[in-house]
């Protein structure tokens, strides 16, 4: 008899003989023949006392010292795993360890080509789940890529979506750490999280959903975001370390007919080599009621705050307060665009206040072994960027008590777009939403197109070294209140940049620094 087997039947001994030993509801995985050596697999030991203790009523199954190699697992209702300080769950580096989660009503033509349940533990329509304990995960990311790339070139595990120009296999090989579908009441405290194969945390259509307390470290290899939260309500993720190769905390909405719906992100660190806090690489639905507070963004390659909506999505009533990004690449990007969906979506009603930024004059994550891939032209340094596109305003944007600062030092000869060819900047209404998109840009503080509602209070804007480029360029922009905006003094320099501006009203701002371009 295998071991396999061995401690299949040592899980139904238990549960048969030792009644009053199920009733604590509480199991040691080493008592129902769990191997801690890091080098037996655990996998159906593991599954069968999650299978049971669900069908008993529910529990906890603890993790106590050791390292305990598994493959796929997937979690049942009112189950709680719970990882004791210095309790390792190793995810395998064999790719036929792992399979796809069944979810037979993912309408897989919404879904973009991302989209994977494949993941080291899922979830799908259960209930009152949680991952707890001061232990740690960790998916052995970088082996598990590497085996699966080797299959691949040997032809036994072919990956159709290969990504030969970048020579890694596509995400939907790779596994996440997590994915989560349809659950409710979750919650995952204290643990550590690390070296995922592709995304982390990854949580769609589930609700009631609690992340507090974790420390993810997800830079094994591409793709690896943090945490994506599609289409939930009523999310907390408070406390929170995150440092990722790819986005730090990142909501998508692939259902059309959903919502990201009342998501509060509160007293996080974000490392990331893509944008800090992002909505919207996916934007089908929508995001509604965000807030955002009291976050701290560091060693950022592209934005600290992204907020896109390409694929018709509605996002509205998002808050943003209290952060504070040192080196980051990008301050704010919010972009309304046209890539895909049956109608236009929205963006409106946006709050932002109390932000400081500083803004390097090289790359912020060059010390990184896994980093952003680079932009593909010569340029100067990128303003913040507010821009809906002709016909379709992004609206009501409020920016308070905002102060960024940044390097300055640009050069005509490395990038130039004179002001009067600001009708020559680009919409690129389809295309992937970042803030290099447009290209070089006339501004270096803020770049605002298109845009109906816009309100400057307390607004201060520095530069470390000269920059030929005004601070601000508006462009079709109708409703602009500035309060207050206080910038570096030039003599004899036009700060501000007007085109097609209505209903223009300014308090304490020098007339003598606002040009007027047709």
Same mark, same amino acid.
């Not at 139904?12 to 008592?31: A, E, K, R, V």
């Not at 009152?128 to 040997?154: K, M, P, T």
């Not at 990007?333 to 049956?342: A, D, T």
């Given at each position: 008899?295998?071991?396999?087997?061995?401690?299949?039947?040592?899980?139904?001994?238990?549960?048969?003989?030792?009644?009053?030993?199920?009733?604590?509801?509480?199991?040691?995985?080493?008592?129902?023949?769990?191997?801690?050596?890091?080098?037996?697999?655990?996998?159906?030991?593991?599954?069968?006392?999650?299978?049971?203790? +669900?069908? +008993?009523?529910?529990?906890?199954?603890?993790?106590?010292?050791?390292?305990?190699?598994?493959?796929?697992?997937?979690?049942?209702?009112?189950?709680?795993?719970?990882?004791?300080?210095?309790?390792?769950?190793?995810?395998?580096?064999?790719?036929?360890?792992? +399979?796809?989660?069944?979810?037979?009503?993912?309408?897989?033509?919404?879904?973009?080509?991302?989209? +994977?349940?494949?993941?080291?533990?899922?979830?799908?329509?259960?209930?009152?789940?949680?991952?707890?304990?001061?232990?740690?995960?960790?998916?052995?990311?970088?082996?598990?890529?590497?085996?699966?790339?080797?299959?691949?070139?040997?032809?036994?595990?072919?990956?159709?979506?290969?990504?030969?120009?970048?020579?890694?296999?596509?995400?939907?090989?790779?596994?996440?750490?997590?994915?989560?579908?349809?659950?409710?009441?979750?919650?995952?405290?204290?643990?550590?999280?690390?070296?995922?194969?592709?995304?982390?945390?990854?949580?769609?259509?589930?609700?009631?959903?609690?992340?507090?307390?974790?420390?993810?470290?997800?830079?094994?290899?591409?793709?690896?975001?943090?945490?994506?939260?599609?289409?939930?309500?009523?999310?907390?993720?408070?406390?929170?370390?995150?440092?990722?190769?790819?986005?730090?905390?990142?909501?998508?909405?692939?259902?059309?007919?959903?919502?990201?719906?009342?998501?509060?992100?509160?007293?996080?660190?974000?490392?990331?080599?893509?944008?800090?806090?992002?909505?919207?690489?996916?934007?089908?639905?929508?995001?509604?009621?965000?807030?955002?507070?009291?976050?701290?963004?560091?060693?950022?390659?592209?934005?600290?705050?992204?907020?896109?909506?390409?694929?018709?999505?509605?996002?509205?009533?998002?808050?943003?307060?209290?952060?504070?990004?040192?080196?980051?690449?990008?301050?704010?990007?919010?972009?309304?665009?046209?890539?895909s969906g049956s109608s236009v979506g929205l963006i409106r009603n946006i709050y932002i206040s109390n932000i400081k930024i500083e803004v390097p004059f090289g790359r912020p994550d060059i010390n990184y072994n896994i980093r952003g891939p680079e932009v593909s032209f010569f340029h100067n340094s990128f303003p913040?960027?507010?821009?809906?596109?002709?016909?379709?305003?992004?609206?009501?944007?409020?920016?308070?008590?905002?102060?960024?600062?940044?390097?300055?030092?640009?050069?005509?000869?490395?990038?130039?777009?004179?002001?009067?060819?600001?009708?020559?900047?680009?919409?690129?209404?389809?295309?992937?939403?970042?803030?290099?998109?447009?290209?070089?840009?006339?501004?270096?503080?803020?770049?605002?197109?298109?845009?109906?509602?816009?309100?400057?209070?307390?607004?201060?804007?520095?530069?470390?070294?000269?920059?030929?480029?005004?601070?601000?360029?508006?462009?079709?922009?109708?409703?602009?209140?500035?309060?207050?905006?206080?910038?570096?003094?030039?003599?004899?320099?036009?700060?501000?940049?007007?085109?097609?501006?209505?209903?223009?009203?300014?308090?304490?701002?020098?007339?003598?620094?606002?040009?007027?371009?047709?």
């Amino acid at each position: 008899m295998n071991d396999k087997k061995l401690n299949i039947i040592i899980v139904f001994l238990l549960i048969f003989i030792s009644p009053n030993m199920w009733g604590q509801h509480t199991w040691n995985i080493l008592d129902v023949g769990g191997i801690n050596d890091g080098k037996t697999i655990n996998t159906d030991t593991i599954q069968s006392a999650i299978n049971h203790l +669900s069908n +008993s009523g529910g529990g906890k199954l603890v993790f106590t010292k050791g390292k305990y190699l598994t493959g796929c697992l997937q979690l049942k209702s009112n189950v709680k795993l719970y990882l004791e300080k210095g309790a390792v769950l190793l995810g395998s580096t064999n790719p036929f360890d792992y +399979s796809v989660l069944n979810i037979p009503d993912k309408n897989v033509v919404l879904m973009h080509n991302d989209y +994977s349940s494949l993941a080291l533990i899922q979830a799908y329509k259960v209930h009152n789940i949680s991952i707890c304990g001061e232990g740690c995960i960790d998916g052995q990311g970088l082996e598990l890529v590497l085996n699966i790339d080797s299959l691949h070139h040997a032809g036994v595990l072919v990956d159709p979506n290969y990504n030969t120009r970048r020579k890694r296999p596509s995400e939907n090989v790779r596994p996440k750490m997590f994915f989560f579908s349809g659950c409710n009441d979750v919650e995952v405290k204290g643990t550590h999280l690390k070296n995922s194969a592709s995304w982390g945390l990854t949580f769609d259509s589930c609700s009631n959903l609690q992340l507090n307390g974790l420390s993810i470290l997800n830079r094994a290899f591409w793709n690896n975001d943090g945490i994506d939260v599609i289409d939930c309500k009523n999310v907390n993720i408070t406390n929170c370390s995150v440092n990722s190769a790819d986005d730090g905390i990142c909501l998508k909405s692939y259902h059309p007919e959903s919502f990201n719906d009342s998501i509060n992100i509160s007293n996080c660190n974000i490392i990331s080599s893509a944008s800090a806090i992002k909505f919207g690489t996916a934007s089908s639905g929508g995001f509604k009621n965000i807030t955002i507070n009291h976050i701290k963004v560091y060693d950022t390659f592209r934005s600290a705050i992204a907020i896109e909506s390409v694929d018709g999505g509605i996002i509205e009533n998002i808050r943003i307060s209290n952060l504070i990004a040192k080196n980051t690449g990008n301050p704010i990007f919010i972009r309304l665009g046209h890539r895909s969906g049956s109608s236009v979506g929205l963006i409106r009603n946006i709050y932002i206040s109390n932000i400081k930024i500083e803004v390097p004059f090289g790359r912020p994550d060059i010390n990184y072994n896994i980093r952003g891939p680079e932009v593909s032209f010569f340029h100067n340094s990128f303003p913040s960027v507010i821009s809906g596109f002709s016909g379709h305003n992004i609206e009501n944007i409020h920016l308070k008590n905002i102060e960024i600062t940044y390097p300055g030092r640009a050069s005509k000869g490395m990038a130039y777009v004179p002001l009067y060819r600001l009708n020559q900047v680009p919409e690129f209404i389809r295309d992937y939403p970042e803030f290099s998109m447009f290209g070089e840009l006339p501004a270096w503080g803020f770049y605002i197109r298109h845009v109906k509602g816009i309100t400057f209070n307390n607004i201060k804007l520095k530069l470390k070294n000269d920059d030929f480029r005004p601070a601000l360029v508006l462009d079709d922009v109708t409703g602009h209140t500035i309060n207050n905006l206080l910038l570096p003094k030039e003599k004899n320099k036009k700060q501000v940049v007007l085109k097609d501006v209505t209903n223009l009203s300014t308090n304490n701002i020098d007339s003598n620094s606002i040009m007027y371009v047709k």
